[in-house]
């Protein structure tokens, strides 16, 4: 039966467009089309056949997760920050380069006869840059060399002394208790005692005053400092330290290096100003082990500093240097995952009342979670997707809201077709739903899933992967509520049991308000309302793009829990403030001849770092090679290099020159190593290295003794830091200098490309800059998602909406949203790191759904003026919009009880959003569409037949 004959329109009807109005829930008498007519064939199919459809869709999931489960191994996020790393930058095919390169099997840095290993062994003395996996240490604790556990201590009344004996007693009498036994802390008042030789239980004034007499007159030995083998400044009382005429009582014990350098903050005695003896932060440690006692810590931290008081009486524990941040975050990933399932809760009970029926709350709480097991599976088996990074696991979060959404949705023009349809067969009714709901969930799903979809060009793994498997849940979601929803709708409809919902208890108040409270808030006003929001979004594009804009970090550390964490605290606050903390080591340098600095692994897995490319026709032999070898490595020695250390090797012309050159002494010389004039003949010069250097510095050479790499390392003046605009400098200044002296290079030696070396082992590998590369690509890659997103999802409008002037709208009130809602977080203090860089670029994808259903339900209304659209897209999706945006608001507000960051930030984040745009969507939205929306059929985009 076609919809022509269930409702036909009147003389009447015709003729009182402004009471209709008022009125507008009616249906258009129009000739479907040919999509209606199979919209209407498949909404007969699934009223009549919803039991099938349930029990399809329910075995379909169980099968998929099934073969999701057996064919690959479930997620593990062992290591969290996995996969926050860029690929397809220049600095990560170099690293990676240089990572294949040290871990080929085929290629070594000795000649055949000499045993060697390719791969680094780890030296517990050498200066790595620190893992972002801080617990990873081999030694023995040791307070002198940092390696114990520290507890940072103030007064509870915040800038009072610890230098006195009720505090310092106080210290000395905190015991940690643990699983495996009682650990008592080392603090100042300990060594102090020892000073006095007492203990520390019976300090007095004048032992304190005779310990800060003797620190001072010690200080100054402590700020002498000499450079060690490895470039590095050390303090003259440091444990390995040799310097001349330091006091005998200033070294013993290392008493006055631990206090100075490890247990006391640089406002204590600062060199030049040693009367400053006014203690407010002080560590002290447990001599436990990083590595060993990991387990230990971690329950320390949980019993003493995560859940109780940190105030002992008169002093506090405020920070903790633990080095298992990373750990404890891994095991709150998973259980904070509790405020979610609160949030899910809330929001199914939400539906529940507003649809008045368990069942399809139920169904509504199952659709989500088929979502994202078939986007898993899609993710994992079709798309052959191996890494999935914990980002992924905050989908669940946005799914909820974006389902309930959904969910509102569809149940409103269920109930309103209902009572239009009043005793018509369920396939009629659904019918009039679908033709409704599948044009405007369509048009939203698309546009948040393209938003995600443009996450994947990302240079982040992470958010690559995010972007995938978000948008992939998306359409999902939207398949299973065009099928799985309305079946169970249908199922409630002849079998369910509904109860009292709000509009009992109110039953004029809602409609009121949609029908007219709301109406006249947008109407009268109108002006008002374009201006104001207008001027907000012009304020959030200021605020994005000209001050104070999209910032860089500024921490040198990566945030996961909550600013007022203890372990947080220590990192953000407190490691700065004491001197063992100082980064003091010089950064390398290396300049790679003959490898190809590429990335041939697979771009979505951190894992594999692909296989070793050398150029070819490289030959470091040839007479011209020489000479261009000879002049690179004189200019890098009168470059700004580390004047304490020495090119360590790859520069071995001028010794090999000073070698052949000299006359032979005797017969038994062999005549084509000396006597020789340069450049040497290729073939001598080949015979001749091994012998002039068993150590070929900086060769890697194949089975063969073929060099394949030659590789010149050499120290710089710059020193490694977390710190984005340090490095920037550093990588920026040296990539300069090379480009400038990397000229002329002959055809022989290739491309030569420069990288500060880094130690590489069989499964991992520490560079330095790793963090660097991802806050840059960060700050490369968000604005163009942000802006790739807006366009994709702009076309997206237009070729959906079909109707010029409502897109332009749509387009306007989401670029508003979107700028209202980044600007206030940049207000708000966010940066660009891994999480903020999400959340901006997905802010598209949640800002667009509810213009959108006011835009699609403005084009579905019969009459031709704008205020009777107007009314009309007012009158049918307020209400469910209005409790999508509650019931999104309220998943934010219940994730800003955890403790992991990153569930926090996008709790924030969705209240934001949802408020800026219900704010947007009906009252600048609505405004617009009042003043000068379209009428009847002008600016709708025709189809050519």
């Known amino acids: 039966m076609e919809m022509s004959d269930q409702v036909k329109e009147t003389d009447e009807m015709k003729s009182q467009p402004d009471a209709e109005s008022h009125s507008p829930n009616v249906i258009v008498a129009t000739k479907p089309s040919r999509m209606s007519k199979v919209m209407d064939k498949y909404s007969d199919w699934l009223s009549r056949f919803y039991w099938l459809v349930l029990l399809l869709i329910f075995l379909l999931v169980v099968i998929l997760c099934v073969l999701s489960v057996v064919l690959r191994d479930l997620p593990g996020f062992e290591d969290p920050i996995k996969g926050f790393e860029p690929r397809g930058t220049v600095i990560k095919d170099r690293t990676l380069s240089y990572v294949n390169l040290k871990r080929d099997p085929l290629v070594r840095e000795s000649w055949s006869n000499v045993e060697y290993n390719t791969v680094d062994s780890f030296d517990s003395n050498a200066s790595y840059p620190r893992s972002r996996r801080d617990n990873f240490y081999y030694y023995k604790c040791s307070i ?552 070929p510095y900086g060769l890697h050479l194949n089975q063969e003794d073929e060099v394949v790499v030659l590789e010149i390392r050499f120290s710089t003046k710059s020193y490694f830091s977390m710190e984005y605009t340090v490095m920037d400098t550093f990588w920026k200044e040296m990539e300069q200098w090379m480009q400038q002296n990397l000229v002329n290079v002959p055809k022989n030696l290739g491309e030569p490309w420069f990288i500060p070396p880094f130690y590489v082992g069989q499964t991992d590998y520490y560079d330095y800059l790793n963090f660097y590369d991802l806050q840059d690509s960060l700050a490369r890659s968000t604005p163009i998602a942000i802006v790739t997103s807006i366009a994709v999802a702009s076309l997206v409008l237009i070729f959906t909406q079909r109707n010029v002037l409502i897109a332009l709208y749509s387009i306007c009130s989401l670029s508003g949203t979107i700028f209202a809602t980044i600007g206030s977080l940049i207000l708000l203090g966010w940066e660009l790191n891994i999480l903020e860089s999400v959340t901006f670029s997905i802010t598209v994808g949640l800002s667009v759904d509810f213009t959108i259903h006011y835009g699609v339900a403005y084009l579905l209304c019969r009459n031709s003026d704008r205020e009777s659209r107007m009314r009309y897209s007012i009158k049918t999706m307020a209400l469910a919009i209005a409790f999508a945006a509650f019931s999104t608001f309220s998943v934010g507000a219940f994730m800003m009880a955890a403790t992991v960051l990153v569930y926090r930030q996008l709790g924030t984040f969705l209240m934001i959003v949802m408020a800026i745009s219900w704010l947007f969507s009906t009252l600048f939205f609505q405004s617009l569409c009042y003043l000068i929306g379209p009428q009847g059929s002008k600016f709708k985009l025709q189809c050519s037949k």
Request: include cysteine; aromatic fraction near 14%.
């Open 144 to 695: 002198e060399d940092a390696d114990c556990p520290g507890i940072v201590f103030t007064h509870i009344n915040d800038r009072k002394d610890l230098l006195t004996p009720s505090n310092l007693k106080e210290l000395c009498s905190v015991e940690i208790t643990g699983s495996s036994g009682i650990y008592k802390v080392k603090s100042i008042g300990n060594y102090l005692a020892q000073f006095a030789n007492k203990s520390c239980s019976s300090l007095d004034e004048s032992d304190i005053e005779n310990g800060l007499n003797e620190l001072q007159f010690c200080a100054p030995y402590y700020y002498k400092t000499t450079t060690d083998v490895e470039g590095k400044d050390r303090s003259c009382l440091h444990p390995n330290s040799y310097c001349d005429n330091i006091p005998e009582t200033c070294k013993s014990d290392n008493i006055v290096f631990i206090i100075i350098h490890m247990m006391v903050g640089k406002e204590f005695m600062p060199d030049g100003d040693l009367d400053k003896k006014k203690l407010y932060n002080s560590m002290a440690f447990i001599e436990l082990n990083f590595y060993d006692d990991e387990e230990e810590l971690i329950d320390i931290y949980k019993d003493y500093f995560d859940k109780s008081s940190r105030a002992f009486s008169n002093i506090q524990a405020v920070g903790l240097n633990f080095h298992i941040k990373y750990d404890v975050f891994s095991e709150y990933l998973f259980f904070d995952t509790i405020y979610l399932g609160i949030a899910a809760i809330f929001v199914i009970i939400l539906i529940c009342f507003y649809t008045r029926s368990p069942l399809i709350a139920l169904a509504a709480f199952l659709n989500m979670i088929f979502s994202l097991t078939l986007a898993y599976f899609f993710y994992t088996i079709v798309f052959n997707l191996n890494f999935f990074p914990f980002l992924n696991v905050s989908t669940a979060l946005l799914l909820v809201a974006i389902g309930a959404d959904d969910t509102f949705i569809f149940c409103d023009l269920w109930d309103d077709a209902s009572k239009m349809l009043s005793g018509s067969p369920l396939n009629i009714i659904l019918r009039e739903t679908m033709r409704h709901a599948t044009v405007t969930m369509l048009v939203t799903s698309l546009t948040t899933a393209a938003a995600f979809y443009a996450s994947a060009f990302s240079p982040i793994i992470a958010i690559r992967c995010f972007g995938v498997y978000a948008g992939t849940s998306i359409i999902a979601n939207f398949l299973l509520t065009i099928s799985w929803l309305p079946a169970a709708v249908i199922l409630n409809a002849k079998f369910g049991c509904n109860f009292c919902s709000l509009s009992k208890f109110c039953p004029d108040l809602l409609d009121n308000i949609a029908t007219s409270l709301l109406p006249k808030a947008v109407i009268k006003p109108r002006f008002i309302w374009t201006a104001l929001f207008t001027g907000l979004a012009v304020a959030g594009g200021i605020v994005i793009f000209v001050a104070p804009g999209l910032q860089k970090p500024t921490s040198s550390e990566f945030q996961v829990f909550k600013s007022d964490d203890i372990l947080e605290q220590y990192d953000l606050v407190y490691k700065n403030l004491f001197r063992f903390e100082e980064q003091g080591y010089s950064l390398p340098g290396a300049v790679l001849f003959g490898l190809q600095a590429i990335d041939n692994g697979k771009k979505w897995d951190p894992d594999d770092t692909g296989t070793v490319s050398y150029q070819s026709g490289f030959n470091i032999w040839a007479e011209d090679s020489q000479k261009w070898l000879q002049q690179f490595c004189q200019r890098l020695e009168d470059f700004n290099l580390d004047d304490s250390l020495d090119i360590t090797n790859g520069c071995f012309i001028d010794s090999v020159k000073a070698y052949m050159e000299q006359p032979c002494e005797s017969s038994d010389d062999n005549a084509l190593c000396c006597n020789q004039t340069f450049p040497f003949s290729p073939e001598n010069l080949k015979s001749c290295l091994p012998n002039i250097l068993p150590d």
